[in-house]
């Protein structure tokens, strides 16, 4: 893979139409600048400023370009909240559709056939294979992201964490409580 | 198209297995594959749904084996040698050979790269008024593109409700084929688990897409 990787880059190199320091670019900048430590900080906003939370349930692309340190999120965010009776949980059963600004590159088990081909019919047993359970009477809905719009899980805050700073909750906030297959972390639990 | 990649409901792909601490890449050659995919797509050879397509139209056995970069790898080159901008002579020889062709946006340099870092936008002024609005009962119509399309079939023929109207956007099914951005309605309908799976279903679970105006009629 790697020699035929090289040989499209080299063609498309000598070709004139990319430069190889704009890929170098490219990456670094996946590397560096995107991550769910965006999505992060975004969530442990909402739990926080209770304007701020209703701002992004009504525009999450607008609310989030008020915040200056994560301005990447184009036009079509959709933030959806969970709450004791409703869970929500996020899949692209065509591709691999993903909030990547929020939450950085998918996972591989994102874009996998399991998680594809399940979410939608069988969540709960989806759940259970990250070791999650929810109250049978739990209402799950599943965003499946068939367009440009993207979605972004807004989880419940944490019990115990009263007068916790922004900062503090952030560390809380896990990637796949922002997908929808997991929790944020409870106060004071070994990680 | 009515391929392997549209996989809502299939049975048999076993267990989820969620990889600790898993790194952004496995390989390095991944991330070139996506930084390739996203400056010539940057650069006007393709649009996102054209490669979309190229992707899921991958040989189904190819496209069930091979990890996700790897299709985007394959994807690429089909795309790139369908649209001439490389030639079967060049992958042979692993060098340019024939001649380049002109990209919409020129060559993609680093002074790009920022502007790559920001989603793009889809949504279109609207050409008509909306079909539907929030409340209304709507049936996936079904319909069996052999082109590109994002209806998905698990919920083609089923009863959903508008939930959200988010405006009007790029239409990928013509896009995809270079027939036009085509801007339509886009909705957010959702469909009760046991419209979807019948009567065993779990009666708890609830499930949306995000679908066109076109792949809806009034129910």
């Not at chain 2, 010539?40 to 490669?51: H, P, R």
């Not at chain 2, 109207?165 to 239409?171: I, L, Y």
Request: contains cysteine; negative net charge; proline residues 7%.
């Amino acid at each position: 893979m790697e020699l035929r990787v090289r040989a499209l880059e080299s063609i498309l190199s000598e070709k004139g139409y990319l430069d190889p320091a704009a890929l170098d670019a490219i990456v670094q900048a996946y590397e560096t600048k995107i991550g769910p430590h965006n999505g992060a900080r975004v969530v442990a906003k909402a739990w926080s400023d209770p304007a701020f939370r209703q701002a992004l349930l009504d525009d999450a692309s607008k609310a989030v370009g008020t915040l200056g340190h994560v301005s990447r999120v184009g036009d079509h965010l959709v933030a959806v909240e969970n709450t004791p009776d409703r869970h929500n949980m996020v899949v692209c059963t065509l591709c691999s559709c993903y909030p990547w600004e929020m939450l950085g590159l998918p996972p591989v088990w994102y874009k996998a056939a399991p998680y594809r081909s399940r979410a939608v019919k069988d969540p709960r047993g989806v759940l259970a294979d990250f070791g999650v359970s929810l109250p049978k009477e739990t209402e799950i809905r599943v965003w499946d992201s068939t367009a440009e719009t993207r979605f972004l899980v807004l989880p419940m805050r944490p019990a115990g964490t009263e007068g916790w700073s922004e900062e503090q909750l952030a560390e809380l906030v896990t990637r796949d409580s922002m997908i929808g297959t997991g929790f944020p972390k409870t106060p004071g639990a070994p990680s | 198209m009515n391929g392997v990649h549209d996989m809502g409901g299939m049975d048999g792909f076993g267990k989820v297995e969620p990889e600790p601490n898993e790194p952004m890449f496995h390989e390095e050659w991944e991330s070139r594959v996506l930084a390739m995919v996203r400056a010539m797509g940057a650069a006007g050879a393709f649009n996102i749904d054209a490669s979309r397509f190229y992707r899921e139209s991958l040989p189904p056995h190819v496209y069930l084996s091979s990890s996700y970069y790897k299709k985007w790898l394959l994807g690429l080159e089909d795309l790139l040698l369908a649209k001439g901008y490389i030639a079967r002579e060049d992958v042979a020889a692993g060098h340019a050979v024939a001649p380049a062709k002109s990209l919409k946006h020129g060559k993609f340099s680093i002074a790009d790269v920022e502007r790559i870092m920001v989603r793009g936008k889809f949504g279109r002024a609207a050409p008509a008024a909306a079909k539907f609005k929030a409340g209304d009962r709507v049936r996936a119509k079904n319909i069996h593109p052999t082109t590109h399309t994002r209806l998905p079939r698990y919920v083609r023929g089923h009863i959903g409700v508008i939930e959200r109207d988010h405006g009007c956007h790029v239409f990928p099914d013509t896009v995809a084929n270079d027939a036009g951005e085509n801007p339509q309605w886009l909705y957010t309908v959702v469909f009760d688990g046991r419209e979807l799976w019948g009567p065993d279903s779990d009666p708890t679970i609830k499930i949306s897409i995000d679908a066109f105006e076109p792949y809806l009629e009034p129910a």
